[in-house]
C-alpha cells in the first residue's frame, strides 16, 4: 500500500497496475485506446471479405435502427490479443468468449481492457485468463467478455501500454 | 429424404444444406474455405497494432514449437461473420465463443462452418444460434465455437457460400 501510494505520488499518470511493474499478477488490469476509422473498416473488411452493408452504408445502417455505420465487432474485438502480445510477445492465444453488447460506431473512442483473473504455471509457461472489455464514453460496455493465453513469461514488456 | 437423394444425384458438389435453398432453418450448414496468405496476416497485424512475433518471424515461432508463422486466431474467426453476413446481409452480431484448439499456419486450407442451431423470432427479426468451426487437413478442428446473431430475414442470399 505505501509503496502504491508513494509510487502514485511520483507516477500520477501510471495506473495502480503498472506500478507492481514488472510482472503479472491476477487483479492487474492492461489497457489501450482506439478510434477505429472509415479506412479502418474498409481495409478490415476487404482482409475479412465481409460486405456487411452495416459497416459501410450509412443510409442501411440507420434504417436497421443504428446512429453510424458499425466497427466490426471482431475488429473491435482484436484489441484484447493485441493488448495482451503488445505486454507479453509471443502470447498464445487460446479462447477468447465476446458479448457484443452495443454498437460501436466509426470514430468513437473505444477503450479496451484486459484483468488477469487466475494465472497459473505449466511447465515453463504460463496459463493466464483474463476478463476482457471494452468502454465508449467513458464506461459504457460495448464488449464484454473472457480470454485465456498461454505466456511465454510474467514479465510485462511496457510497450504499448497505457497502463 | 428422396428429394435430398434426387438432389444429390443431380447436384453432387452441393452440400445437403443448399438443396433446402431459400430459408434457413435448424440443422443448416453454410461453409466458406480461405486460405491466410503471409500478406493478409502482415495486412491484419498492421490493422489490429498486433505485432506478436509469432506471425512475422518464423525463428521464433520454431522456437516456440510451432511449424509455421501463425496466423491470428482472431483473424481466422473472422470467417464466421462473413460466412453469415455473406448470406444474410445486415446480420448483427451478439456473442462468439472461440476456442482454439490448434495452429493456424501461413498458407494452409481452412474451412470456415456455421450450422443453424437455433432460431427464434424476435419483433420481425430472428435470433440465431450457430456452432461455430473451422477445419484443417479436412477434418481438423483448429477453432470451435458458437456464435448469435440477429438476422433481419431467413431468405438466404446465395452469395459467396461453398454450400
Do not use: W
Not at 2 to 27: E, H, M, Q
Request: glycine share 6%; charged share 20%; net charge positive.
Amino acid at each position: 500500500m505505501l509503496t502504491k501510494r508513494i509510487a502514485s505520488r511520483f507516477y500520477p499518470s501510471l495506473g495502480v497496475s503498472s506500478l507492481s511493474a514488472s510482472t503479472l499478477k491476477s487483479g492487474d488490469i492492461l489497457k489501450k485506446e482506439r478510434i477505429f476509422s472509415s479506412s479502418d473498416v474498409i481495409e478490415y473488411s476487404k482482409l475479412s471479405h465481409d460486405s456487411n452493408p452495416l459497416h459501410f452504408d450509412l443510409k442501411y445502417a440507420q434504417n436497421a435502427g443504428f446512429e453510424d455505420r458499425l466497427v466490426p465487432g471482431m475488429l473491435v474485438a482484436s484489441l484484447f490479443p493485441r493488448i495482451i502480445a503488445s505486454h507479453f510477445p509471443g502470447a498464445v492465444y487460446v479462447s477468447q468468449k465476446l458479448q457484443f453488447r452495443s454498437p460501436v460506431y466509426i470514430g468513437e473512442v473505444i477503450i479496451g481492457e484486459v484483468q488477469a483473473t487466475n494465472i497459473r504455471a505449466i511447465k515453463n509457461q504460463y496459463l493466464a485468463q483474463f476478463k476482457t472489455k471494452c468502454f465508449k464514453q467513458g464506461d459504457h460496455v460495448v464488449i464484454h467478455g473472457e480470454a485465456t493465453a498461454i505466456l511465454p513469461t510474467l514479465a510485462k514488456e511496457q510497450g504499448q501500454s497505457m497502463g
